[in-house]
T-cell receptor
């Protein structure tokens, strides 16, 4: 069964550094998402992406965050200047098309900011 | 913002018995509801969903019930198996829009004892 893949599985970075989290969504999917889960807290929506542009973003997704689909397969989340509170699991997700359909999630990247 | 709430952080049941996980929501615009299962170090895995035009959806051992007037949904697992032990999240989305972001509950940890 096709799946969403995320790399790396764990990223450690120093405060103030830039990080890029990478995702390969399922190939025929059209909608892409980033969510995060801070330890002990809820899974929170960050951003959705469709047709090469952001379709929705949450209050968390401020100017420090950006997303990109640089080619036909990768979908990236960049954090420009990481803060301690950015430490979390970051999940990429995708779904096939318009209308109600479930999101398929990757296994996440654990980001640790020191 | 607690639009989706799972009031039981944990639930323990005996193998073979029924597991009932509950979820409440406040946003009357939600029209699509999902249950995800999550194992440690993995992303959420889609289990079952229900549209607001239905009050029940069944898939094998899993049944989701929706009570729109009470803004309540539940997931029934019968019979429960030790492999069902995981954290279960309910999620909801609003409208048929391109973003289709999911709002998650806080999760319920299910432990099925052999």
């Amino acid at each position: 069964e096709p799946e969403v893949t995320q790399t790396p599985s764990h990223q450690v970075t120093q405060m103030g550094q830039e990080v890029i989290l990478r995702c390969v969504p399922i190939s025929n999917h059209l909608y892409f998402y980033w969510y995060r889960q801070i330890l002990g807290q809820k899974v929170e929506f960050l951003v959705s992406f469709y047709n090469n542009e952001i379709s929705e973003k949450s209050e968390i997704f401020d100017d420090q965050f950006s997303v990109e689909r640089p080619d036909g397969s990768n979908f990236t989340l960049k954090i420009r200047s990481t803060k301690l509170e950015d430490s979390a699991m970051y999940f990429c997700a995708s779904r096939p098309g318009q209308g109600h359909s479930p999101l398929h999630f990757g296994n996440g990247t654990r980001l640790t900011v020191t | 913002d607690q639009q989706v709430k799972q009031n039981s952080p944990s639930l323990s049941v005996q193998e073979g018995r029924i597991s009932i996980l509950n979820c409440d929501y406040t946003n009357s615009m939600f029209d699509y509801f999902l249950w995800y299962k999550k194992y440690p170090a993995e992303g959420p895995t889609f289990l079952i969903s229900i549209s607001s035009i239905k009050d029940k959806n069944e898939d094998g051992r899993f049944t989701v019930f929706l009570n729109k007037s009470a803004k309540h949904l539940s997931l029934h697992i019968v019979p429960s198996q030790p492999g069902d032990s995981a954290v279960y999240f309910c999620a909801a989305s609003e409208g048929n829009n391109a973003g289709n972001m999911l709002t998650f509950g806080g999760g319920t940890r299910l432990m099925v004892k052999p």
